[in-house]
């Protein structure tokens, strides 16, 4: 049984990558400020399903079309890569067999990345990507983000 999604179609792929981009900046500053141990792992739980669906999501419907032309290469192969750096800390933090020490210590590095990662997109990448996607299909792109990140959530959500 599906669920239903809900899609603003008045936001392009650039305004529905930073409403996304918003979340997670929230959720790395709760998890940055709790100290207790099993909450700090309920909100990285919460970040990782974001994380997970919105690099999905973005690889899709904004790197990949990027990608098609030569001058989006070099951007599309640096977000990715960090995405893939991401994703390697996460794993290192769904490790049970780490220390508390090494967990806490992964996951100010992650906070970190985040932060570097999503400035980087809205202060670059994006602003580069806008002159290589016509208007219209920014438009277009905005509403298969968003059926992709909230299906992903929804697939995913008791992972
Ligand atoms: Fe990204
Ligand atoms: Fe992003």
Not at 90 to 108: K, M, P, Y
Request: hydrophobic share 35%; charged share 35%.
């Amino acid at each position: 049984m599906s669920k239903q999604v809900n899609v603003d179609l008045n936001q392009d792929i650039f305004a529905a990558l930073i409403a996304n981009h918003e979340v997670q900046r929230d959720m790395c500053d709760r998890l940055e400020k709790e100290t207790d141990l099993a909450k700090r792992k309920a909100i990285f739980a919460e970040l990782k399903l974001e994380l997970h669906a919105h690099a999905a999501a973005e690889e899709r419907h904004l790197y990949m079309p990027v990608m098609q032309h030569d001058e989006g290469l070099d951007l599309s192969r640096h977000a990715i890569t960090e995405h893939h750096e991401m994703d390697e800390m996460i794993e290192t933090l769904e490790d049970g067999r780490v220390s508390a020490d090494t967990w806490n210590e992964t996951c100010a590095k992650l906070i970190d990345k985040v932060r570097h990662h999503l400035k980087e997109e809205e202060n670059e990448f994006f602003g580069e990507a806008k002159k290589i996607l016509d208007d219209d299909l920014q438009q277009r792109l905005g509403a298969l983000y968003q059926v992709e990140h909230e299906e992903y959530e929804q697939a995913h959500a008791d992972e």
